[in-house]
């Protein structure tokens, strides 16, 4: 009883499986902008997978493609390998058409229409590879930015962004800054502006342009994108009472510096330079380097955070600097003192467009 209930559903197992035919597929690939009658590479079928006497058994083989976009292909039989082979009827665009999906049909007697294929033998998918053959374009146009003289070191002040139609390695880009300068970085990677350098004292604009470049074959660069960036400083804060006063009437008036409470310790915040002497020595004299948040470079002049600013426990520091020449290891008298108040300033907003015109301190 249970091999009568059970055969026939074997029966038809084994029947459905000689009869379900699976129409082999094959895969290739071509490159674009190939010029046509070039190969498609990786693809050969042999004549045998497809059987042609099966189905054209008393006249001569003909073969078809069908699909989408085959015109851009023809198929021939190499005889003397028994081999299908397919070749490019025209130059390709991968960025029009990265593949296609085709079929392989057969014909006994011609092709000449539609009616006349008896069977589809083969599946075939042939992949565009793409080549270098666009450079990137940046979004945007030349880009011109006002930036706090204050801002904090290390801070991003645009990014830039462009983009390539290719693909893979070809589509992967850095960015880069001409001609280099010692204030701004661009990160390679992300195209993010970083200020790495005080910009206070400067009056000029900072000039310069960014390129982008592909990974590919040979490397494709873009045009050019032009980038301005100028310093200006904010309404100087009026001068506060808290006690700190000048020690002597020929102290000049000080100079008035903002800073962002957020910069970071290591900020060059300002130097010192240009001064009347040719050689010259810098030394904190008020306060001690202990109880200073900013510290004075001896050689280079350059005014250094050490520790954090806090606007709301000290949102005034007076130093008093001593400035004087040197003449090999020694120092003559009569130096200049400079007083310099630093106001600690909330952190600014994080904005692209920002404002900045310090003047250098000039100790005569």
């Given at each position: 009883m249970f ?6 559903y ?13 129409i082999?597929f094959?895969?290739?690939?071509v ?6 009658g070039?190969?498609v ?8 997978r ?5 189905w054209c ?10 699909g ?15 081999h299908i082979?397919l ?23 011609s092709c ?13 998918k042939?992949?565009?590879?793409d080549t270098?053959?666009?450079e990137?374009?940046f ?5 011109k ?7 904090a070191?290390?801070?991003?002040v ?6 390539d139609?290719d693909s893979?390695?070809n ?15 661009i990160?390679?990677?992300?195209g993010?502006?970083l200020?790495?350098d ?20 040979p490397?494709r660069t873009s ?15 009026p ?15 000080p100079?008035l ?12 915040i300002?130097?010192l ?7 010259a020595s ?14 004075v ?13 806090d606007r709301e426990?000290?949102p005034l ?7 004087q020449?040197?003449r090999g ?10 007083t ?18 310090p003047?250098r301190?000039d100790?005569?």
């Open positions: 091999w009568t209930i059970l055969l026939p074997c029966v038809t197992f084994v029947l459905g499986n000689t009869t379900d035919e699976r082999p094959f895969h290739g690939h490159f674009e902008n190939s010029p046509a070039s190969k590479n990786g693809l050969s079928i042999p004549v045998k497809i059987d042609p006497q099966r058994s008393k006249s001569g083989m003909h073969l078809k493609l069908l989408d976009r085959s015109e851009d292909f023809h198929v021939f039989a190499h005889h003397r390998r028994g082979l070749k490019t009827s025209n130059v390709l665009d991968r960025e029009e058409r990265a593949e296609y999906l085709l079929s392989v049909a057969l014909c006994c007697q000449a229409s539609a009616e006349r294929v008896v069977a589809e033998v083969a599946s075939i042939v992949d565009v590879l270098n053959d666009h990137p374009t979004q945007h146009a030349d880009v930015i006002t930036l706090d003289d204050a801002t070191l290390r801070s991003v645009y990014t830039v962004k462009a983009e139609i893979g390695k589509a992967e880009l850095i960015y880069y800054a001409l001609p280099r300068n010692g204030s701004f970085y990160v390679p990677k992300t993010d502006i200020l790495v005080s910009i206070l004292g400067l009056a000029q604009p900072i000039k310069f342009s960014v390129f982008a470049r592909d990974h590919g074959w490397a045009q050019k994108m032009d980038i301005e960036i100028s310093p200006r400083q904010w309404p100087a804060l001068q506060l009472d808290n006690g700190l006063s000048r020690k002597s009437r020929s102290v000049p008036e100079v510096i903002t800073v962002s409470e957020d910069a970071s310790i290591g900020s060059v300002m130097n330079h240009p001064v009347r002497f040719q050689s810098f030394e904190l004299i008020h306060p001690d380097a202990d109880n200073s948040p900013v510290t470079s001896r050689d280079s002049g350059d005014l250094v955070i050490s520790r954090r600013l426990t000290q520091v007076e130093i008093t600097v001593k400035v020449e040197k290891e020694c120092a003559v008298t009569n130096p200049n003192i400079c310099i108040r630093l106001y600690a300033l909330l952190p600014f907003p994080p904005v692209q467009y920002v404002t900045v015109s003047a301190a100790f005569t």
